[in-house]
C-alpha cells in the first residue's frame, strides 16, 4: 500500500535490535484519515471471505481493526490484556510475548463475544515473530471458530512471523512488507 510505505519513509525510525518505531500515526498518535485508508484496503482484500467479526489485540491493533470492521459492516472485538473486574471467569486465554517490550502478557477475549459459527478476520498492527498472531489463532480456536485470514498493518517478513502463519494454512494480507531494516534504514520487500 502506497500510501503506508511513503507514511513509514516520511515518520519512522528505525531503533536499535530491528525495532520500528511509527508511533506518529499508529503506535501512539493515530491519524484516522491514514487508518481510514487501511480499514478500505482490509475491507477490499477480504470482502469475498464472509468474515462475521474482525479479532485484533490491544492497543495498536484497535484503529485499523475498527476500521476494517466498519468497513466490512462487522463488530470488531479486541482482546484485553488484563482482565478487569467487570470481566466474569468465562473467558478464552493466550499467553503472547511481545518483542518490542520484552514482556510476556495474557490476552483474553470474553467467551460471549466469539461462537464456532464465526469466520474472524485477525488484524494487527505489527508482525514480527508472530506470537500475537498466534495468540489470537489460538483465542479463535478454542472458540472454535474459523480464521478466514490474517491482515496486518506492517510485517517484518525478514523475521519468522509472515513464514509462520503461511506454513500453517493462514491466508497473509500485509500493506507494508519490511523486507530490512539494516544500518537504520527502511527497506520495503518490492525493492529487493
Known amino acids: 500500500m502506497k500510501l503506508l510505505e511513503d507514511r513509514i519513509r516520511q515518520d519512522s525510525e528505525v531503533l536499535p535490535g530491528d525495532v520500528l518505531k511509527i508511533n506518529s500515526f499508529l503506535n501512539h498518535q493515530v491519524d484516522p484519515e491514514l487508518m ?3 480499514g ?9 471471505s464472509g468474515v462475521t467479526k474482525v479479532l485484533t489485540c490491544e492497543a495498536s491493533g484497535i484503529a485499523p481493526g475498527v476500521m476494517a470492521a466498519y468497513e466490512l459492516h462487522v463488530p470488531m472485538v479486541f482482546a484485553r490484556k488484563k482482565k478487569p473486574s467487570t470481566l466474569n471467569d468465562a473467558v478464552y486465554w493466550a499467553d503472547v510475548y511481545s518483542y518490542t517490550k520484552k514482556t510476556a502478557n495474557q490476552i483474553c477475549v470474553e467467551q460471549k463475544f466469539l461462537h464456532e459459527d464465526d469466520n474472524l478476520l485477525i488484524i494487527d498492527d505489527f508482525l514480527a515473530n508472530g506470537e500475537a498472531v498466534k495468540g489470537m489463532i489460538n483465542i479463535a480456536n478454542q472458540a472454535k471458530a474459523d480464521v478466514a485470514g490474517i491482515g496486518i498493518v506492517v510485517a517484518k517478513t525478514f523475521q519468522g512471523g509472515s513464514s509462520w502463519i503461511k506454513e500453517h494454512g493462514y491466508r497473509l494480507e500485509s500493506l507494508a512488507n519490511i523486507a530490512s531494516l539494516a ?3 527502511v527497506q520495503f520487500a518490492d525493492e529487493k
Open 40 to 48: 478500505k484496503e482490509f475491507a477490499r482484500l477480504f470482502d469475498q
Open 183 to 185: 544500518n537504520g534504514e
Open 36 to 38: 481510514m485508508a487501511v
